[in-house]
């Protein structure tokens, strides 16, 4: 199976030339670090900035360079940045072709729950709302199963939703899952990982169709 960054390595091809991307704390934050050479992606973060490279080498750290998650990034040739009502409407004007977010749940309908367990204190939902809301194109990163083992691709969410049928794909440590009708759509293994590994491990409808490639990463 994936860890964190092969999750992350996965989405990167996703990305195609010409688009801007947000990208949500978490896992996502490390797709920056894969981008494909014959390709350019303008990467957005909701805290206010248009052009956000990848991680800064340790000693070359900006104190006043972050993402939304507060962690420090580097800024591409060319780079903006400005205040967070602008970066909103971006997102809400529809102008992020793509968003990565993690999740904590995902429904087989597409729903998606990334912002609150009930009973811990947080400090607001942030910009997924608005993200997920606004964009066409929503890919979730996430493990697969939570610290218990229990799945986390549900036929229905049980933490409080962040957005309804919204997510297209999940890339998960085990699988690219695409949300279709009828439940999760099986595209892709992990090296290594079975299928039956990938059923055990996914509470919601697994739909399996044909073959199933194995991830290049």
Wanted: aromatic share 4%.
């Amino acid at each position: 199976m994936l860890d964190k960054t092969g999750i992350a390595k996965r989405i990167a091809q996703e990305l195609r030339d010409g688009w801007y991307v947000n990208l949500g704390i978490g896992i996502p934050t490390l797709v920056a670090n894969f981008i494909q050479d014959d390709i350019s992606v303008v990467f957005q973060s909701e805290n206010g900035i248009l052009g956000m490279g990848p991680f800064p080498y340790e000693g070359e750290e900006d104190a006043d360079l972050i993402n939304a998650g507060k962690q420090t990034i580097t800024a591409m040739p060319g780079a903006s940045i400005f205040d967070s009502a602008t970066s909103f409407a971006m997102i809400r004007g529809q102008h992020i072709q793509l968003t990565v977010l993690g999740a904590m749940e995902v429904a087989q309908n597409g729903d998606i729950a990334n912002w609150k367990i009930p009973g811990k204190m947080v400090k607001g939902m942030g910009g997924a709302m608005d993200l997920v809301a606004s964009a066409d194109n929503i890919i979730v990163a996430m493990m697969h199963t939570n610290k218990r083992g229990a799945s986390k691709l549900l036929k229905r969410c049980s933490l409080p939703l962040t957005g309804v049928q919204c997510v297209k794909r999940v890339v998960t440590n085990l699988a690219v899952l695409d949300i279709t009708d009828k439940g999760f759509k099986l595209i892709e293994r992990a090296p290594g990982v079975s299928i039956e590994e990938i059923q055990a491990a996914t509470e919601g409808t697994l739909i399996i169709e044909g073959d199933i490639p194995e991830m290049k990463v």
